[in-house]
């Protein structure tokens, strides 16, 4: 089982940036695709980004586009989501998680990943 602590959230202004970092803890973290995912009040939790087990494969929503990068660093046990462009819009809490698939990202399903953190929230103000 891996533990993952989400950090890097805050307000922050429309336009705006903020890195945010997935670090984890026991069975290997290289060994799986990991994803973020966010869930905003009153709305169910979406797909933002999800990377393969080696870095090479990312994909993202059409929501986030080009303004969010995820990236990871398996030597560091961490996973982390550059946000950049930040609209009002994107404020929800956003997770962490590894996917049931192990080492590549077969889904965006959010049923499909196993482990998650605790979620750190990010506020954008317009």
């Known amino acids: 089982q891996v533990q993952l602590v989400e950090s890097g959230g805050g307000l922050v202004q429309a336009g705006g940036s903020l890195r945010l970092s997935c670090t984890a803890s026991?069975?290997?973290?290289?060994?799986?695709?990991m994803g973020w995912f966010r869930q905003a009040p009153g709305k169910e939790r979406e797909f933002v980004a999800t990377?393969?087990?080696?870095?090479?494969?990312?994909r993202y929503a059409g929501s986030v586009g080009s303004r969010f990068t995820i990236s990871r660093d398996n030597a560091k046990n961490t996973a982390n989501l550059q946000m950049s462009s930040l609209k009002p819009e994107d404020t929800a809490v956003y997770y962490c998680?590894?996917?049931?698939?192990?080492?590549?990202?077969?889904?965006?399903?959010?049923?499909?990943?196993?482990?998650w953190g605790q979620g750190t929230q990010v506020t954008v103000n317009s």
């Open positions: 998680a590894t996917s049931r698939s192990g080492h590549f990202c077969t889904s965006t399903d959010s049923a499909d990943f196993g482990s």
């Open positions: 026991g069975r290997s973290f290289a060994y799986y695709c």
């Open positions: 990377i393969d087990y080696s870095g090479s494969t990312t």
